[in-house]
């Protein structure tokens, strides 16, 4: 391969300079503006205490002595007591399972915590201000029994507690006194949370993946009404006289304000920053103020609190926007004060130590307040540590000055959803339905890799080649692409892992069904995997990026992706997929798929009938660990890098090349260290209009690829983030390079095996690979990294494969 003429890289360098950007970290000292891996802003206000991993839920106890804190997470899940007075984090007790459901009895003696998927409620005494273990409340064996508790209610009086669930979407009533459960009512659909009236004569439950409040009569233990709301319904707030019931919803970025005793929505508020914004604000929490004229409600994708004026019914305003840390999920009131519990935290960060084991005692001295930060586990999914935001009540004039905090903050806005940033002439037309002289998508889907585990050995790119795995002689194919193409090596996808990772991949979005439960799976607690239309509550609102080309009338068919086991996985796909194309199946090479997607499109394209967009699924650069007798990670990797340069090869060879682009993504970038940030991934983008031999630097995301996608094909943004990430026009050229791309043959042998008998195989084998990432994938990183790179070597450090033959191979390394 030729290499790159110096003056053509200064040339590509400085035309790429103009938007140059990169994830920034939180400064305390500073309070600077931060900059996160999706190109979306924070401006955190207020103070702020350290909480644990992904807080879900905020309460405050009767007197508004103590605050709690439940930490979902991935990594360590905890329950934490906050003084309220102080704003001091009093005890963090470790919890194995928790999720959202939270309850102080009447007296504050105790606090009653969901227990996860161990299907039973924690009770901890409140002991000189430590969390004591005292009780466990069975609703039923653990997992894999389906009963997964969420939202709690206490009837202190009566000495009975109200339970709901989102897995046997149930709600169940326990005798406190007794400690066992003396009925179970089933609902229509998973449940969220529940709240009593005021004379506790009625309990309301928001019913999650049912778009409606059930309205349950605690006297007859019967359900005897229900009120439609919004989409993902989930929070709840009463108020002291039990009139009104305000009910986030998740997917329309709204709030339904119900009157209880006309059981009807009365108004509905729009918590976007815009009108008729798509979806993606993610409404999510709900507080009143003291005197209950204003309603604060927490909006996690925005990373901000809308801020209503409730003091007039039916006649509600907007009284602005407050900035938040990252993902707000819950927030709450105590006199002048708003607390707000920020699911990811202040900022994304690097990687670039590696998996590594969390030292348990240092993380929960840090959520006790102990300044000294603990080791960090440097996966993704427990990277990003929950902060408490304590705001004071603003003035009407500090409220202004957030709200332009926070509108400065968002990329979205109305203008860019309509026209986006481009240049004339470009192939990628600014507005939707300007024409697009190319015609035909093909958007090829990997799994799991970072940009420095592959790419970080290209010299004109921003890599670090100590953290590189599979450099140029395991992926000779991305690297050409990469090199004769355009390099991207400041792009970043938008998901954490595979569970959310499809669905922003297919959707642009990922609902907070997903972003609250794919932790608990993930953490090795149990749960299923339901993205990829698996399970509807987790689907996007308006569907995934086929059900906009079919609301377009762009013809599409899927290879794979959202069809497994040769069926599809949602409506859309009927009749729009390969039923021979081998879906999730780590036994079939990506080089056999090639051969598969190849008999489909000659017969398509034979026939005048090859669809405009095109989803393609390789994805065995997962791997399969150090599984005896199956291919090294190596011979993966190096089958799906030759399948999608044959991919590409064949594309450039077609009659149709001039007129089609191929977009390569990962679903996710959570299988390896980044020295910029662990969502830093590798892209490519190859076609006859596409540049050659060009480094962009730009600043790009999952959603900048799909945006670029549906300007080609004249389809509108699916949500928020879409409609505000930056398309790549700077990718392509309008004037046509049709020089044909040749594949490289691998420097792997495709049939090596994994022979070694060690502990790294020993745990390999061990692991569910049947699906896409049932495997914790902590551990399979683990393995990974020490699989390749040798047993007790701190990372980095020299290439040691634990199996045969290919010691030198990795990056000719001898070591």
Not at 537 to 550: E, M, P, Q
Not at 788 to 808: E, Q
Request: hydrophobic content about 35%; glycine content about 6%.
């Amino acid at each position: 391969m030729s290499k790159i003429p110096f003056a053509a890289f200064l040339i590509s360098l400085v035309s790429a300079s103009v938007a140059i950007a990169q994830p920034t970290p939180y400064n305390a000292n500073t309070h600077e503006r931060v900059t996160l891996s999706n190109g979306w802003h924070l401006t955190p206000v207020g103070r702020s205490l350290p909480l644990g991993d992904l807080p879900l839920n905020l309460v405050v106890s009767p007197s508004k002595k103590y605050l709690a804190v439940t930490n979902n997470g991935q990594s360590v899940q905890s329950i934490q007591l906050i003084d309220a007075k102080t704003d001091q984090v009093l005890h963090s007790e470790i919890i194995p399972k928790s999720w959202y459901g939270l309850k102080f009895s009447a007296d504050e003696k105790f606090l009653y915590a969901s227990g996860g998927n161990d299907n039973w409620i924690l009770q901890y005494a409140i002991t000189d201000k430590k969390l004591v273990a005292a009780d466990s409340i069975r609703l039923g064996d653990k997992w894999p029994v389906k009963i997964a508790p969420a939202g709690i209610e206490l009837d202190d009086a009566k000495k009975l507690m109200y339970v709901v669930t989102r897995e046997n979407n149930s709600l169940y009533i326990v005798d406190l006194a007794a400690k066992k459960v003396v009925q179970r009512i089933q609902l229509s659909a998973e449940a969220y949370t529940c709240q009593l009236s005021p004379n506790k004569n009625e309990l309301y439950v928001s019913l999650w993946g049912g778009d409606k409040v059930m309205v349950f009569n605690t006297a007859s233990k019967t359900i005897t009404d229900s009120i439609a709301v919004g989409d993902n319904p989930n929070e709840i707030c009463l108020t002291k006289n039990g009139k009104r019931l305000y009910v986030a919803n998740a997917n329309d970025n709204s709030v339904s304000v119900i009157d209880v005793a006309q059981r009807k929505v009365i108004e509905t508020f729009n918590t976007a920053l815009y009108p008729n914004a798509p979806n993606g604000s993610t409404t999510n929490g709900l507080a009143l103020s003291a005197n209950e004229k204003t309603l604060y409600i927490a909006n996690a994708d925005n990373n901000c609190l809308a801020v209503f004026d409730v003091s007039k019914p039916v006649a509600s305003s907007s009284k602005g926007f407050i900035p938040t840390g990252w993902y707000p999920t819950s927030v709450k009131v105590i006199g002048k004060k708003i607390y707000v519990a920020n699911g990811k935290g202040f900022s994304s960060l690097a990687n670039p130590d590696g998996p590594k084991p969390v030292k348990t005692q240092e993380e929960v001295n840090y959520q006790q307040g102990d300044s000294k930060k603990p080791t960090a586990v440097q996966y993704i999914a427990g990277l990003f540590k929950g902060t408490l935001s304590i705001i004071d009540e603003p003035s009407e004039q500090q409220m202004s000055s957030y709200s332009k905090m926070v509108y400065d903050n968002t990329p979205y806005n109305k203008e860019k959803e309509l026209q986006t940033q481009g240049e004339p002439g470009n192939p990628i037309p600014m507005k939707i339905g300007d024409a697009s002289p190319i015609k035909y998508v093909f958007y090829v889907i990997k799994e799991n890799r970072t940009y420095d585990q592959v790419l970080g050995d290209i010299t004109t790119g921003n890599g670090d080649p100590k953290l590189v795995l599979f450099g140029e002689k395991i992926t000779p194919n991305l690297h050409a692409i990469a090199k004769e193409f355009v390099l991207l090596d400041n792009f970043y996808v938008d998901g954490e892992v595979s569970a959310d990772g499809h669905n922003w991949t297919m959707g642009g979005y990922a609902t907070d069904y997903l972003e609250k439960t794919w932790p608990t799976s993930y953490g090795g607690r149990g749960g299923t995997y339901s993205a990829e239309g698996n399970r509807e509550i987790a689907n996007n609102k308006k569907g995934f990026f086929w059900d906009h080309c079919n609301r377009a009338g762009v013809s599409y068919r899927t290879y794979g992706e959202f069809a497994d086991n040769y069926k599809p996985n949602i409506p859309v796909l009927k009749d729009h997929f390969c039923a021979s194309y081998t879906g999730w199946d780590l036994a079939t090479r990506d080089t056999v798929r090639f051969y598969q997607w190849k008999r489909d499109f000659d017969s398509l394209l034979a026939n005048n009938q090859l669809p405009h967009f095109n989803s393609v699924r390789f994805g065995n650069d997962h791997t399969e660990g150090l599984r005896k007798g199956r291919p090294t990670p190596y011979a993966h990797v190096a089958d799906n890098d030759l399948a999608v340069g044959m991919f590409i090869e064949y594309l450039s060879q077609s009659p149709i090349w001039k007129e089609c682009a191929v977009f390569v993504i990962e679903d996710d970038a959570q299988n390896g260290a980044d020295h910029v940030d662990a969502h830093r991934s590798t892209a490519y983008v190859a076609g006859g209009l596409v540049k050659r031999r060009y480094v962009d630097h730009t600043m790009y995301s999952t959603t900048s690829m799909l945006r670029t996608m549906e300007l080609i094909l004249g389809i509108p943004p699916m949500s928020q983030y879409d409609a505000a990430a930056t398309p790549m026009f700077r990718c392509f050229t309008p004037t046509a390079d049709l020089t044909l791309f040749k594949s490289l043959s691998s420097n792997i042998d495709l049939n090596e095996k994994n022979v070694a008998q060690n502990k790294w195989q020993q745990r390999s084998e061990a692991f569910n690979l049947k699906k896409e990432d049932a495997v914790p994938d902590l551990e399979f990183n683990i393995v990974l990294w020490h699989g390749l790179k040798g047993d007790n070597i701190p990372f980095p450090g020299p290439k040691r494969a634990a199996f045969v033959k290919l010691n030198k191979e990795a990056d000719g390394d001898d070591d």
